[in-house]
């Protein structure tokens, strides 16, 4: 059945304008159509990608109508890791990272939207610190609009993911919607593009960088082993908009008498500040200074010698994980 929607007519100037009005678009139409979008059973992407994207005049609406369809009704359940195979996950209705990402490639090729799959490594916990990438634990996409990659997560945008007992629960994040790739580089480090991917990188002949850095999009890729020493970074960090945290590195030695010094600065203001020693059942307040201009900082003494794992709060939001040696 064809469904009609009013068509929102865009200059044509949009359509080289960045990532942040990308981003920041009124996408009321595209998320209406996706979230209202008849809810029945369906055999392949095709019957979902092409009329839910028909009355949509422009790529960036289409993949925002894609991705929000996905979002909504396709749930993340471990028991359908072996559910990959992009038909199979629209008719099940519940997938893994790879399924969502298999998903959402396949969605954006039947509107010939050119999306890739991207493998790689995440951080979420503190023993995620200094870990050793072999193996790859979770997957991701870049898409490519008005011929400019952007990087997305449709499988935590779909989730969000609880640091308390470690699950995920069902709540859109527009977070990992069109990342900046800066800030998607602290907790996603990519693995190097496939054969096949590579060898289309380098036909296109447009990237003179080293191909296993590609999928970062940086000007100055990051190497793993700086990745692996940052802190661990949590959705909350970047929700409310901190640019950064130091110290930045996630695991080192420290004197019990010395206090530690943390330090924030942040797009959005910070009330109050604590910290979670050892996952204790209650949090420590401690004295956050406001010095200007988005710089917030304050200081903390350790009770106890050995390995602490300490976890920083800010504005009851937890925001990023150390692992420290205390002597």
């Not at 943390?262 to 959005?268: F, N």
């Amino acid at each position: 059945m064809k469904l009609f929607y009013l068509i929102l007519l865009l200059p044509i100037s949009f359509f080289s304008q960045s990532l942040a009005e990308l981003k920041t678009f009124d996408y009321r139409m595209a998320d209406s159509i996706a979230l209202h979008f008849p809810k029945k059973k369906y055999k392949t992407v095709s019957a979902v990608a092409e009329i839910l994207t028909q009355d949509l005049t422009t790529e960036h609406e289409k993949f925002r109508a894609i991705f929000r369809w996905i979002t909504d009704n396709i749930e993340y359940n471990k028991s359908a890791q072996n559910v990959a195979d992009a038909d199979k996950v629209v008719r099940k209705n519940k997938a893994v990272c790879q399924g969502f990402s298999n998903l959402l490639k396949e969605m954006c090729n039947v509107v010939s939207i050119p999306c890739e799959m991207i493998s790689g490594y995440t951080k979420t916990e503190v023993a995620d610190i200094n870990r050793k990438l072999k193996k790859t634990d979770h997957a991701w996409n870049c898409v490519k609009l008005y011929g400019k990659w952007y990087l997305v997560d449709v499988t935590w945008a779909t989730s969000k993911f609880n640091v308390v007992n470690h699950k995920f629960q069902k709540e859109f994040d527009e977070y990992y919607y069109l990342t900046p790739p800066e800030k998607f580089i602290l907790d996603h480090f990519p693995a190097p593009p496939s054969k096949q991917q590579a060898n289309q990188i380098l036909k296109e002949g447009t990237y003179k960088g080293n191909l296993k850095y590609y999928f970062q999009f940086l000007d100055k890729p990051v190497k793993r082993k700086v990745f692996g020493a940052w802190p661990v970074y949590y959705a909350d960090f970047f929700h409310m908009q901190i640019n950064s945290i130091q110290p930045n590195k996630g695991s080192f030695s420290w004197k019990q008498e010395k206090p530690l010094h943390i330090e924030l600065q942040s797009d959005k203001p910070i009330k109050d500040a604590a910290v979670l020693i050892n996952a204790d059942k209650f949090v420590t307040p401690v004295d956050l200074k406001d010095s200007g201009g988005g710089k917030y900082t304050f200081d903390y003494t350790f009770l106890l010698k050995g390995k602490v794992d300490i976890t920083v709060y800010a504005n009851g939001l937890c925001i990023a994980e150390y692992l420290l040696k205390i002597k």
